[in-house]
């Protein structure tokens, strides 16, 4: 999996209880991608499991995604830096056609548009949120995004520099807000999106995605 001597980047896992998930998971990371599992907690052995599958694992006790995300920030040692779920709604494979226009200085940040391939990998409550969003995005910036989804790749110095504050479930969002008020090229490119393995804490019902989207339109204000 990171065999390779050619580093071409890290890959941030924030994980809470993704046992079942994380062998596909790992499996898919791209050679040359160093996967940084960034256990938030779980209670099902997923920490264990990941070191056992080869990857550098790192504990960020503070519970939230976005507490998860910046610790895997902070830990990263690569230019380039990618985030992606560990739950196996996404392919971590995905990586390289998302990391490679900031690679060839080609865009600053690339969000992942996700695209549903089947019935069910993505719930209206949570497309409905995502999708409001979004839209309040491009009043606010001026920038045209369809998606805030967590696959998303930029210089892990350029990051740093963004001086991110949050570290719940507004932490994607306050990413795109900040690197568009710095005048960076957000750009998006579109992956497909599976069901995930298991229960979603976040969006897997209505009460999780409004409690991501209250957290968002804090960041917001």
């Known amino acids: 999996m990171n065999d390779t001597p050619t580093q071409r980047g890290n890959l941030v896992l924030p994980c809470l209880d ?45 519970r939230g995604f976005g507490a998860a995300c910046h610790a895997g920030l902070e830990a990263a040692d690569a230019d380039v830096v990618a985030f992606c779920d560990c739950d196996g709604s996404l392919d971590p494979a995905a990586v390289e056609a998302v990391a490679g226009p900031v690679r060839a200085g080609a865009a600053d940040l690339v969000l992942a548009r996700r695209r549903p391939t089947a019935r069910g990998a993505w719930p209206l409550h949570a497309r409905a949120g995502n999708l409001a969003l979004a839209r309040m ?73 409004l409690g991501a989207v209250r957290d968002m339109r804090a960041v917001l204000r």
């Open 18 to 62: 993704e046992a079942a998930a994380l062998p596909w998971v790992l499996s898919r990371v791209p050679r040359g991608w160093a996967a940084i599992v960034v256990d938030n907690g779980s209670t099902d052995g997923s920490a264990e499991l990941a070191a056992a599958l080869g990857a550098r694992v790192v504990r960020e006790l503070r």
């Open 137 to 209: 995005v491009r009043r606010r910036t001026g920038v045209r995004l369809h998606d805030l989804g967590p696959l998303r790749a930029a210089r892990r110095t350029d990051l740093l520099g963004l001086g991110l504050a949050d570290r719940r479930s507004g932490y994607p969002l306050e990413m795109v807000l900040r690197a568009c008020d710095a005048g960076w090229r957000v750009h998006e490119t579109s992956v497909p999106y599976r069901p995930r393995t298991g229960r979603s804490k976040v969006t897997g019902t209505w009460l999780g995605t």
